[in-house]
Structures are given as structure tokens and as C-alpha cells.
């Protein structure tokens, strides 16, 4: 559905997320998110902002007068320390469970920030306000929350709807072009597990040209991951195609400890090699294959990693994926571009699996 709401131009774009748990509405517009929408908030309730320094450096002006906790920028504040911090940091400030959290920032800030407000009191309000396009299309909607371990990432979390999600493109004018290749990872594998006019949509768009459309871009996304999450919000079974690259994609970066490789960086060298062995087992052309790597090529994300000797090691991370089954874990592949199955392996015959389409000739 679409709509208007108090506070944003006549253009925003509105749809809402039925969970069985929440039902609560994703407005989407450009340069809407000002101080006055931070005041409001704290006129309804007491709230504390978690965001992280990178962020507060660009949009303090926003957070006036309002209690906010900052975190270091990177995946390696996801951790139980931070956790605690922030944990004690509300406890200073008397929030009760008729207060909120705020999380202003990325992926790392939304999940984090939205484990706090899980945990805190049993569960108190929640608001995800994304500014990286990764967070605006994906991990600010569904209400996965979640910090990491040693073993590997989001291995401590829940699920935990928000309240609101509130998306101003404006601040995509400030994300690196790192940082905005890794949204589009996640843009294409929603045009690669549901949506083939969307993917074909990134295949002919010239790279320039996504600040035209990106309202509708993130619409889309959202509105793709809005219908999965309302069938199955705690991941038991549709849900799980949200997770095509993302086994792969997690492995490669909890081997590098996080600093190898960005999370969108990750997920497309786990779609690629997904994409190749559709190839492999003739399930996609040598034509869809070809054009999976050229638009990953477009948005500047790798199709692999740098040393092709590390794979076996890599792969040995998917044994501690959420998702495993005793020595079974399942990835989702593709059927063809726009739909997927759930597989299960083995890490021996996914190992096998690897060497068969290293030595098959691809594109």
C-alpha cells in the first residue's frame, strides 16, 4: 500500500510489513529526516539514538538535545562488549519498557541497536532510521537482530520487528562507493530470487542512472521482502531464500575476521558462485551467467576471492551457519533467474561441487 504520513512531502512512499508478530509501515522519501522528526520522537516517548561515529560526524545537527550513544563504525562493534555498554548506557538514563531505541546508521547500527531494544527490559520500542542503501533495502526490514561471536557472525540474535522504518534517500548522498556497491548486492539478489524484471532492470541501467530510480529501487526491495516476511517472519522456510549468497557470503567474511571483505562484497561472491553452479548443472544459460557477472561488475562488487587457495578454509566457516542441521546445511540456488530451490550439502560435497565448476569453463 501507499500513502502520506504527517511530516513528509506529498510523494512519500508508504508500504507496510504484516508480521504475525507486528503490523508497521516503511515510508520511503528524499530529504524528509530532519530534527524535527527527532523531536517528535522524544515528544511520544523517552528515546536514546544509537548510531556510529562515521554517521554523527555527518548529521550531528540532527541529534540536538537529543541522548545518543555512539558506537565505533565496522562489524567489530557488533560484539557482546558493545552490547553491554549500550545495555548500561539506558539503564544511566532510566529508559523503561514505554521508551525506544533509535538506530541511526547501517546494517552493524540496525542489527545491534535492534538486539539492544530485544533484550532490554524484555523489549522495548524500536525505530530503524537506514542510511546505507544495504540497510534501506534489506536489514532495516524483518526484524532479523543480531550481534556476532568468535565463531561467527549474527550467531546471537533474535527476531524483533520495529516499530517504524523511515527511509530518506538524501542520505545516500554522503555513502562511500564502497558502501553503495554493497546495497546493490543486495538489490540484484532480490532481482535474482523473485523479480527477473527487476534484475533486468539493473542488467540495462547505466551505473549513473540509479539516483533516478532509486526510490522505486528500494520500494521494490522492501515491498519483495514486506510479502516473504509476513509468510514466514522467523525464517523456517520462504524466508530462507532472503539468504541466497549470504552462507557463502558469511563465511568469506568471518574467514578474513571481517576486514577482507564488506558484507555486500561477500554476498556477491557467494551469489557468483551460486550463479555458476546453476551453469554447471545447466539451470541457467551461458547467457544468464554472463549477465550475473556483468551487473556485478557494474555496481564494482568481485566475483570471487583473491587467493582461490583459501576455499577449502572458507567454506569450512558454512559448518557454523544458523541454518545447519547437524552436518547438513542448505543454500539456496538458483532455477533460473528470478526463481530458487533449497539444497542441502554436506562440506565435503560442497567442496566437491567447488572443484567441478573451477575446472569447467565458464564464461
Given at each position: 500500500m501507499k500513502g502520506k504520513i504527517m511530516g513528509t512531502h506529498d510523494d512519500a512512499q508508504i508500504l507496510y510489513v504484516d508480521a504475525p508478530?507486528?503490523?508497521?509501515?516503511?515510508?520511503?522519501?528524499?530529504?524528509w529526516i530532519d530534527h524535527a522528526l527527532f523531536k517528535r520522537l522524544t515528544e511520544e516517548r523517552r528515546i536514546v539514538v544509537i548510531t556510529d561515529e562515521n554517521?554523527?560526524?555527518?548529521?550531528?545537527?540532527?541529534?540536538?538535545?537529543?541522548?545518543v550513544f555512539i558506537i565505533k563504525a565496522g562489524e567489530a562493534s557488533k560484539c557482546l562488549s558493545v552490547y553491554g555498554q549500550i545495555q548500561t548506557y539506558l539503564i544511566e538514563k532510566n529508559l523503561t519498557r514505554t521508551d525506544a531505541v533509535v538506530a541511526l546508521g547501517g546494517g552493524?547500527?540496525?542489527?545491534?541497536a535492534g538486539y539492544v531494544a530485544a533484550t532490554y527490559m524484555r523489549g522495548i520500542g524500536f525505530i530503524q532510521i537506514?542510511?546505507?542503501?544495504?540497510?534501506m533495502v534489506d536489514s532495516s526490514v524483518g526484524g532479523k537482530v543480531a550481534i556476532n561471536h568468535g565463531v561467527g557472525k549474527n550467531i546471537i540474535g533474535t527476531f524483533y520487528q520495529p516499530d517504524a522504518v523511515y527511509i530518506d534517500t538524501a542520505f545516500l548522498k554522503?555513502?562511500?562507493?564502497?558502501?553503495?556497491?554493497?546495497?546493490?548486492?543486495?538489490?540484484?539478489?532480490?532481482?535474482?530470487?523473485?523479480?527477473?524484471?527487476?534484475?533486468?532492470?539493473?542488467?540495462?541501467?547505466?551505473?549513473p542512472k540509479w539516483q533516478e530510480r532509486i526510490k522505486d529501487i528500494i520500494y521494490r526491495c522492501c515491498e519483495i521482502k514486506a510479502e516473504i516476511v509476513s509468510k514466514d517472519?522467523?525464517?523456517?522456510?520462504?524466508?530462507?531464500?532472503?539468504?541466497?549468497g549470504h552462507t557463502i557470503g558469511h563465511a568469506v567474511e568471518s574467514y578474513y575476521h571481517y576486514s577482507g571483505y564488506a558484507h555486500g562484497e561477500g554476498v556477491a561472491i557467494g551469489m557468483y558462485m551460486k550463479a555458476k553452479m546453476a551453469y554447471a548443472t545447466?539451470?541457467?544459460?551461458?547467457?544468464?551467467?554472463?549477465?550475473?557477472?556483468?551487473?556485478?561488475k557494474k555496481f564494482n562488487l568481485p566475483l570471487q576471492i583473491r587467493e582461490m587457495s583459501d576455499w577449502p578454509r572458507v567454506l569450512k566457516e558454512v559448518i557454523h551457519d544458523k541454518k545447519a542441521e547437524g552436518k547438513m546445511f542448505r543454500l539456496i540456488e538458483l532455477v533460473r533467474i528470478g526463481e530458487t530451490e533449497m539444497v542441502s550439502y554436506?562440506?565435503?560435497?560442497?567442496?566437491?561441487r567447488l572443484g567441478e565448476i573451477e575446472n569447467k569453463e565458464m564464461v
Open positions: 508478530s507486528k503490523q508497521y509501515a516503511i515510508t520511503i522519501n528524499h530529504d554517521v554523527h560526524a555527518l548529521y550531528a545537527d540532527l541529534l540536538e538535545g537529543i541522548d552493524v547500527v540496525g542489527d545491534l537506514p542510511t546505507s542503501l544495504l540497510a554522503t555513502l562511500p562507493d564502497k558502501e553503495r556497491s554493497c546495497g546493490f548486492a543486495e538489490v540484484i539478489k532480490y532481482g535474482l530470487i523473485s523479480d527477473r524484471a527487476l534484475f533486468d532492470q539493473l542488467t540495462h541501467m547505466e551505473a517472519e522467523e525464517d523456517k522456510g520462504l524466508r530462507q531464500i532472503l539468504n541466497f545447466k539451470k541457467i544459460s551461458k547467457e544468464d551467467l554472463k549477465a550475473v557477472e556483468v551487473v556485478l554436506t562440506y565435503e560435497t560442497l567442496l566437491e
